[in-house]
């Protein structure tokens, strides 16, 4: 059975960081394009940050414009775990944060529809 594990959401004040943890098991995150995608009230869910590292190695990476500079999606493969680091934080990134599988190479990082898994979220706050 295939599980996304999010974890690391929190409440935090504009300017500061948090560190998304999700913790994959039933496959192997090191063949999955792996993303990181948020929901805030009353919006569409939207993809934050994208990787694809068969083997280990980096192939890919995405971010979306307004995250861009500001956060870091990073795998560790000896943990099948995925990270969103998110630093200079504003209230517009308040969201639900969601980690997400899919195949590669999909039909890209933004369509939701091409994700195969999905966790269950952690929420992130920022206060201005």
């Known amino acids: 059975q295939v599980q996304l594990l999010e974890s690391g959401g929190g409440s935090v004040q504009a300017g500061g960081s948090l560190r998304l943890s999700c913790v994959v098991s039933g496959l192997s995150a090191d063949s999955m394009r792996m993303g990181w995608w948020r929901q805030a009230p009353g919006k569409e869910r939207e993809g934050v940050a994208g990787i694809y590292s068969p083997g280990g190695r980096t192939y890919a990476r995405y971010y979306n414009d307004p995250v861009k500079d500001r956060f870091t999606i990073s795998q560790d493969h000896a943990r099948n775990t995925v990270y969103l680091q998110m630093s200079s934080l504003k209230p517009e990134d308040t969201a639900l944060y969601y980690c997400?599988?899919?195949?590669?190479?999909?039909?890209?990082?933004?369509?939701?529809?091409?994700?195969?898994?999905w966790g269950q979220g952690t929420q992130v706050t920022v206060s201005s």
């Open positions: 997400a599988a899919g195949q590669w190479p999909g039909g890209g990082w933004s369509d939701p529809g091409t994700y195969d898994y």
